[in-house]
């Protein structure tokens, strides 16, 4: 990226602009999801994943906050499991752009259940340690609702209604969050303190979440009512009213005289970590795959409380998962800290850590327990109550009981937050009400996956900052948005020069919502701002080559101790075969005897989800198929390999023929594979026609993501002359793996 001068920019016209940005994105999500359910029936709903029918009320109790919970289980006249749904989630681009983020157990990293693209999970909770099987009315069928979900829970339209077809939401019912799901049972905690159950039997359908665009409006609102003279100074810094404020070097210690935590550092990250700790107001960190990011934002951490131990600090990152990476390797430093967030979204391993269960076992929490059972014998007494007259003289206990329990509640979190060093959290979670009451501010901001958040995002946890360090990596997937491409007219230059304050600011042109705070600033700033790491532990150094030479200035170099290593050396009996002694494959299909399709997928139900065209490539599947076959027969686990494609009707041909043979084996979409690596990635590029046309493929992110998650072996499967025809990067690549990977060209007549 060339360096560009640093003129400031307006933070009026900014916060204007991302809420213009902001407001589009929302109303695209909300008439996407109004038009799925106003047009759907329930079955429908429930067949494609986003609604469960048949329920009842099996428990009503009190949770965190005070909230009723109320748990359903399938309503006992019915039972049984019916309906298989496509598992597709309410709110994401059906298209190929898959659920980002999870990282594998095998890379040291944990991934979440629901984390998988290309099928749903049965009830698959995100952390089934919390889940209990609590009905015993029989399986739910299998859907998509997720822990953290917003849902409404209706009476089931019966009757004349139900001849209707159509799944209109009505006004009565409750919504609330998904708080636990089982194979049995979803526990939901109401968004109303007050809840009066529908009668009759109920349906919980998916609506559409938008607690984190709220919180992303909220806080550019608040920077867009800012007068200048209430400007932070890592405002003014982040918006380059003041010089970019790079260390001096001699402000830079030297790295030798720093007594390192973790002894294995290598000197990029050392230097990484010297360059934060000397930044007056930000640096940024750039973690190229495989190359320590969270290693070195934790020594980066435990070296700055070394040094300010008053200091407070903010821990962010853009999902639960980025955030309790961070705190697991933080944890045995026994540094203090604490994690907000809903404990079902958390990691088992981080619950300790959690304000929920810290109110449970502090002292202050006794007395808040205490109330807490009060409440749930009240709860439980309505349920029980018949009589009108005597319900509402139980909610009215319920209500003064709720009242001191939230005031208890609330002093009791308050010392446990101001008391933590260093406080955790999602970026949204930093915009909630726990810290909004907390009086002292953040000296410092941690964002690690920087550049897969939102940049509005970003400024949820960034408003009172004085300091911010940001990781991330530029160069591969940016955050999701369903807006892609939609930017205020004009280029980017005008966009520096066209930023008058005037009124609420003007609209800046040329930005767009996907635009991290890591790219802005890197772009705003250039390579001064950042420090890169330069050596990566993950892949082959054939696999690492192109990536390198063609994103990363040819920079890195592969650590010795991966190398070269082959899958042949793996820790268990690997035959050696033309397979497992070969870092890089490609299957070039190029000849036309491995055309691509159209996704058939019912039209009707395509338009409704707005699904764009998908492509699919059965031959090409045949040979994913005999090359996984090949790679087992040889003694690699199915565990320790993947296979990934950028288009979901691919993904969807490719379960069907390897998951029943081979169920360790996981298959996802390249953005669901973000962050994730294996001993053996398989990549189906899918695109094969006269028109050389590529579609997702032209996006080189996503391509460096695919290419960049297979520690010992990567296969390709792909037509050269197609997909050279896409772009200049395409044309290298093919012409690289031409010339150094092991090239096959397959035989249609060989795959039965
Ligand atoms: N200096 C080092 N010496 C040896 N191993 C290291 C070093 N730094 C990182 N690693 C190892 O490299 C792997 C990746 O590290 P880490 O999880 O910190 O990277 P990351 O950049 O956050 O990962 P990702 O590319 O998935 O975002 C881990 O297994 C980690 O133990």
């Not at 307006?10 to 940005?21: K, N, P």
């Not at 190929?96 to 991934?111: E, F, T, Y």
């Not at 230059?493 to 600033?521: A, C, P, V």
């Not at 497992?580 to 190029?590: C, I």
């Amino acid at each position: 990226m060339a360096p560009t001068s640093s003129e400031p920019i307006s933070i009026q016209s900014f916060a204007t602009t991302q809420l213009a940005l902001l407001d589009r994105e929302i109303d695209l999500e909300k008439s996407e999801t109004s038009a799925l359910l106003s047009q759907s029936s329930p079955k429908f709903l429930q067949r494609i994943g986003l609604a469960i029918l048949n329920l009842q009320v099996t428990n009503q109790r009190t949770g965190f906050g005070g909230k009723t919970v109320l748990e359903l289980g399938l309503d006992t006249a019915v039972g049984g499991t019916s309906g298989k749904s496509s598992g597709r989630n309410l709110g994401s681009k059906g298209q190929d752009n898959a659920v980002r983020g999870g990282k594998s157990s095998s890379g040291g990293k944990k991934s979440r259940g629901g984390g998988k693209s290309g099928g749903s999970t049965k009830g698959g909770p995100s952390n089934a340690a919390s889940v209990a099987d609590d009905s015993d009315g029989g399986e739910l069928p299998e859907h998509s609702l997720r822990t953290g979900d917003i849902v409404a829970v209706q009476t089931q339209p019966t009757g004349s209604a139900k001849k209707k077809e159509k799944a209109e939401l009505r006004e009565e019912g409750v919504e609330g969050v998904v708080m636990r799901v089982s194979a049995r049972g979803i526990s939901i905690a109401c968004s109303k303190e007050e809840v009066e159950m529908p009668g009759g039997r109920l349906w919980v359908v998916k609506l559409a979440n938008d607690v984190v665009w709220k919180r992303m409006t909220k806080a550019m609102t608040y920077l867009q009512s800012l007068q200048s003279s209430s400007y932070t100074s890592l405002m003014l810094a982040l918006f380059s009213h003041v010089p970019p404020t790079i260390p001096s070097p001699s402000s830079i210690t030297s790295i030798s005289t720093i007594e390192w935590q973790s002894p294995n550092l290598n000197e990029s990250q050392k230097r990484a970590v010297v360059f934060a700790l000397a930044a007056p107001t930000m640096a940024l960190i750039h973690g190229p795959p495989g190359t320590g990011k969270t290693t070195t934002l934790v020594e980066f951490i435990l070296q700055h409380y070394k040094r300010n131990s008053d200091s407070r600090i903010l821990l962010c990152g853009p999902s639960n998962l980025s955030v309790d990476n961070l705190i697991e390797r933080l944890a045995p430093s026994r540094i203090p800290l604490i994690r907000l967030g809903h404990p079902a979204r958390l990691l088992p391993s981080v619950l300790n850590h959690s304000l929920d269960v810290l109110t449970r076992t502090s002292d202050a929490g006794a007395l808040v327990q205490d109330i807490r059972k009060e409440m749930d014998d009240l709860q439980g007494k309505i349920r029980k109550t018949k009589g009108r007259k005597e319900r509402k003289e139980v909610y009215g206990e319920l209500r003064d009981l709720r009242k001191e329990f939230r005031a208890r509640e609330k002093g009791c979190v308050r010392g446990l937050v101001e008391g933590a060093k260093v406080v955790c959290a999602t970026l949204h979670g930093a915009g909630g009400s726990l810290l909004r009451d907390v009086k002292e501010r953040f000296d410092l901001v941690v964002i690690d996956e920087a550049s897969q958040a939102l940049e509005a995002q970003a400024w949820v946890a960034l408003m009172s900052a004085k300091k911010v360090i940001l990781a991330g990596d530029h160069l591969q997937l940016p955050p999701v948005v369903k807006s892609v491409n939609s930017k205020t007219q004009s280029t980017s230059k005008e966009m520096k020069n066209n930023s008058e304050q005037k009124g609420d600011g003007e609209i800046i042109k040329g930005m767009t919502l996907e635009t991290s705070i890591f790219d802005r600033l890197l772009e705003l700033h250039g390579p001064k701002v950042k420090r890169m790491l330069t050596v990566q532990y993950r892949m082959h150094e054939k696999i690492m080559q192109f990536p390198s030479q063609e994103l990363y200035d040819a920079q890195l170099t592969a650590d010795e101790s991966v190398r070269l290593r082959l899958l042949k050396d793996l820790p268990y009996a690997v035959q050696s075969t033309e397979d497992t002694t070969q870092p890089l494959v490609f299957y070039d299909t190029q000849g036309g005897d491995f055309p691509e399709r159209a996704d058939e997928e019912d039209e009707d139900q395509k338009s409704k989800l707005s699904i764009s065209e998908s492509k699919s490539n059965e031959i090409e599947a045949a040979l994913v198929f005999s090359h996984v076959k090949a790679l087992v027969d040889a003694g690699v686990r199915a565990d320790d390999i993947a296979v990934i494609t950028p288009y979901n009707a691919q993904l969807a041909i490719l379960s069907q023929a390897i998951k029943s043979e081979y169920p360790g084996i996981e298959l996802g979409s390249v953005d669901g594979f973000q962050g994730r690596e294996k001993e053996a990635v398989i990549v189906s590029l899918v695109r094969s026609n006269d028109k050389g046309e590529v579609g997702f493929l032209g996006e080189k992110r996503r391509l460096n993501v695919a290419m960049t998650r297979a520690k010992r072996h990567l296969c390709v499967v792909g037509d050269s002359e197609t997909v050279q025809k896409g772009s200049k990067f395409l044309k290298s690549w093919m012409g690289f793996l031409e010339e150094h990977a092991d090239l096959r060209f397959p035989n249609v007549g060989d795959l039965s």
